[in-house]
């Protein structure tokens, strides 16, 4: 089992910058695949990007803009935020992958209780 916590949301202006975090525990933190996803109020989950061993892969939506990047001695893994707009306002989770494709919430087993990012203009 794998239980995964986020932190870093906050208020953020547009165009600014955030780093959020997901650590892990319960598990082989290095073996783990790792998806950030986002929930707008009304809006499904977003897919957002995923990382592997070393290979990452994003949405086209946030790609140039969002980076996710690992530090396994922390057991954490990170999204940084740029460039921040109004619509990036969402709750965001991190998740354990599964199987199958990494852009499906469904293909993730283990979820955080997501962290809280409100833009303002």
């Known amino acids: 089992q794998v239980q995964l916590v986020e932190s870093g949301g906050g208020l953020v202006q547009a165009g600014g910058s955030l780093r959020l975090a997901c650590a892990a525990s319960?598990?082989?933190?290095?073996?783990?695949?790792v998806g950030w996803f986002r929930q707008a109020p009304g809006k499904e989950r977003e897919f957002l990007a995923v990382i592997l061993l070393t290979d990452t892969y994003y949405a086209d939506s946030v790609k140039g803009r969002f980076t996710i990047s690992r530090d396994n001695a922390k057991n954490t893994v990170y999204l940084q935020l740029n460039s921040i707009k109004s619509e990036d306002t969402a709750v965001y989770y991190c998740a354990s992958h599964r199987l199958g494709i990494y852009s499906v919430a469904g293909n993730y087993d283990y979820w955080g209780q997501g962290t809280q990012v409100t833009v303002s203009s």
């Open positions: 319960g598990s082989t933190f290095s073996r783990l695949t």
